[in-house]
């Protein structure tokens, strides 16, 4: 296969798999559309940290402290199992658990239940309670002053000090994906690889690059009369269509208003989506990053979708203020009074992803290449965000420090073209784990309403989420594999007698709804991961542990080391540009209580250096031959060292002073 060709493998799985969702989805919302008609859909709305929340008046979430009153409590198990055999293993489960008198893993001897610190999850609580309860692990709502296995938190990775165990947060997540730091991730993708980062639509950051905006726009202009643009501005950290409008021209006056405002990123408006029953919509997946190193990365077979209620057309004049057409936002359109609320996951103004691509196959398009496209989207859009997640990291947990490792949970908004095309609108850090739907009873009064397809997509990612990591899976298969040692204790001659050893524990549960896309795919998309490399050098060369930004000393020695000084680069020359780049970056970025180099500033320097060094090729492979010296030079130095190292027992002395 042609490198970073659309992924095929997993399509007719995954297209199998959407038919079988829609189906069984179709069902769900059938029982339960007989069990609580005319009940409104329940809604879910982006957690965001509080500093970025916006300002316009809204029901506040239930941790804000609002008196609502909840309609159920969550069920223990509220996906029945659907298959005979699952049925006898759940009741296998039951009269185990009844057994031993415990929620503890069935079929773990003595294992001890995996354990969760849920006090800091916000609004995911009700979610990750169903998730454990189907599990049977051990939840303390409260906290716990022994260490947890998990603590899952609602907003970010400092919610509270951990020093071991496993939290659903990585470092500087939420920085990375916002509006002005993705754009610059993903801009520095398009000039390595344009043809492979096209799924992006033209950004430009505000106030910084709006001459740019304006010549660029200009320029295309001159070129081509006919072309007619509209561009969206949104705020940068806003959420939820806050702030967002559609301009036709840069002269436009709201842009002079923004530009003195906030930062913002303003984006070329993709004009024509694709519509179903006339209406715009958007695709909210849930992506799961399991680790980062090595790279880990699972997508969730099922999503939500979320629809405009008015009528689409493509922009003009007199229809750009139409919010209800062109923004898909929820918690816009549920203002609109053409909300369709509907707890059947294929009709109204929310439906699961699979009920859409069931529809779709049912008008003869080709979901296996759309799986595939949106798989590509996933992995290179991951690809890109990395590099600088791993900067985060070993400032926050320095190698060799006590910490926790990290996963987590991202809610990819995308686009589908009207030729089918995915196109990234935006990564969530926090996607909104919500399952039930605030509907206002009298003005000001609120009640909470569970809502079916909510629940079943996002109780099934966490859910699955935490069988991926679960600490103890390990020990469970050593367990298993050593059937003498089960015998040991009476729960597991009971558990014997009462069936089938080998059986999974997990029998109960329907089949994992995340599927791995990486390291599954990596050879098609490995060699796109240069500004990884980048990124290992740079932090190769940071020094002080906790540190961001490279210093004056280890750009210095960055290039000594890797051997890029010469007579056409003196050091004096290398200091220049280190003062040049360092100082234009650090008035642009955010984050100016370090100073010094940023990663971002390091990779233009890099892309520099790269094309002085490889002239006449173009620029991934300039940059690729230059990662490919440093490494070389870089890994001559470390074998000397440890060359040096392993000879000085044997010499008895270290080497004489020449030989360094
Ligand atoms: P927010 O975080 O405020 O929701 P988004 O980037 O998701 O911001 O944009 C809000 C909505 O605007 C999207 O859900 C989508 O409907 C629409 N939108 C955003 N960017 C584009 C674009 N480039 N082209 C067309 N529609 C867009």
Redesign the pocket.
Known sequence: MRRGSPVREPAAEWEAAGAAAAAEARAAGEQAGAGAAGEPERSAR?EQPKALAPSRARPRATEEGDVRVSRRLPPALPLAPSTPAAQFFCQLAKARARGSGRGYRRNSGPLRPVTVDSSKARTSLDALKISLRQLRWKEFPFGRRLPCDIYWHGVSFHDSDILSGQVNKFPGMTEMVR?ITLSRALRIMQNLFPEEYNFY?RSWILPDEFQLFVSQVRTVKDGDPTWKPTF?V?PDG?????G?YLIKDPSDTRLTGTLQSRPAVV????RK?LLIDKL?F?IRLYVLLKSLEPLEIYIAKDGLT?F?TEPYQEPNPHNLHHIFM????YSLNIHSGKFVHSDCASTGSKRTFSSILCRLSSKGVDIRKVWSDIISLVIKTVIALTPELKVFYQSDIPTGRPGPTCFQILGF?I?LMKNLKP?L??V?ANPSMRIEHEYELSPGVFENIPSMVDEEVKVAVIRDTLRLIDPLKKKKEIQSQQPEKLFTSKENLDYDLSGDPNSSPDAHLPSICLKQVFPKYAKQFNYLRLVDRMANLFIRFLGIKGTMKLGPTGFRTFIRNCKLSSSSLSMAAVDILYIDITRRWNSMTLNQRESGMCLQAFVEAFFFLAQRKFKMQPLHEQVASLIDLCEYHLSLLDEKRLGSRLAWPILGHPPPSTSW
Request: hydrophobic share 25%; aromatic share 4%.
């Open positions: 982006d509006k639509p969206i949104k806003g959420c939820q269509g806050d967002i984006q070329e408006y993709i989506p715009k958007d979320r405009c062109h923004l898909t936002n908004d686009l196109m609108l935006e969530n």
